[in-house]
């Protein structure tokens, strides 16, 4: 998909991962239409992008908000061709002490908005023969100590993108599911959980303007699956074809950081 003139709705832009691929997509001559609960934030980075861009202050857990935002952008723009489900809440916690309220918290952002989101926005979509994208993580597939909260609200929404995906799969809508790994943001200072588990990054870590590259491009292919660095396909492909030495491998990880 050639993005010249294409409507590309970004929740989560305000900052990290968001921000940069709005700053992506507005450098690729899209027109935007930006989401955030941070007005402030999100009216700042609409003022220094180049091109058309609409900012609408949104929580996306607020369906009333979602539905809101979607009218507001055809309203403005007449169309939509890109919605890219970005905005996510970070949980960490053990397992043994995870609690629902949590849980249920991240659920919301994570998986409940990004779904009502999406609903209302495919109506538009389908007339564009436009495009899903769904920001997720590698968790979704292999979930790491501590993590197993945020892990589930993640793999939810990846089965919640494949069965999509197939729905519409005649109608010319695609949908696409990015994975990163580790991303160089603010997001675990964020997060929801009382987990005392903090992973140094490292350099293996992504940067969010990679994280927006590979957005952008898995724009541009209408790509299925995407991934940030091969690293992060590496590491999901023996977590799924050897799970016992990755089990193993994960344990030894985390005891030498914490040690």
């Known amino acids: 998909m050639h ?4 409507v590309v709705l970004i929740t989560g832009a305000s900052s990290g991962i968001g ?5 992506a997509f507005a450098a690729a001559g899209a027109h935007l239409v930006l989401a955030a609960r941070d007005r402030a934030r999100l009216n700042e980075l609409a003022r220094g992008l180049p091109g058309r861009v609409l900012a609408v202050p949104t929580d996306i857990t607020d369906p ?10 055809v309203g403005e723009f007449g169309r939509l061709d890109v919605l890219v489900n970005n905005a996510g809440v970070g ?3 053990p397992v043994a002490t995870l609690t629902a309220g949590d849980l249920r918290a991240a659920l919301e952002v994570n998986l409940l908005g990004p779904l009502a989101l999406t ?10 023969r436009g495009q899903v994208i769904f920001v997720s993580s590698v968790v979704g597939l292999r979930a790491l100590p501590y993590l197993g909260g945020y892990a589930a609200t993640k793999a939810a929404l990846d089965r919640l993108s494949e069965s999509l995906r197939v729905e ?9 599911l990015l994975r990163p790994g580790t991303t160089s943001t603010g997001f675990s200072t964020r997060r929801l959980g009382q987990g005392n588990e903090r992973r140094k990054l490292n350099s293996q870590a992504a940067t969010p303007e990679q994280v927006a590259a590979a957005l952008v491009r898995a724009t541009h292919q209408r790509t299925r699956v995407a991934y940030v660095k091969y690293g992060d396909w590496l590491n999901t492909a023996v977590s799924l074809l050897a799970p016992r030495l990755a089990d193993r491998l994960l344990g030894w990880a985390f005891a030498w950081k914490q040690g």
Do not use: I, S
């Open 119 to 128: 609903q209302t926005a495919l109506p538009f979509l389908r007339r564009r």
């Open 168 to 176: 519409l799969a005649d109608t010319g809508v695609a949908v696409t």
């Open 3 to 6: 993005l010249t003139q294409k």
């Open 91 to 93: 949980l960490a916690a």
């Open 19 to 23: 921000a940069a691929a709005a700053r």
């Open 64 to 73: 009333q908000q979602t539905a809101a935002l979607v009218q507001r952008a």
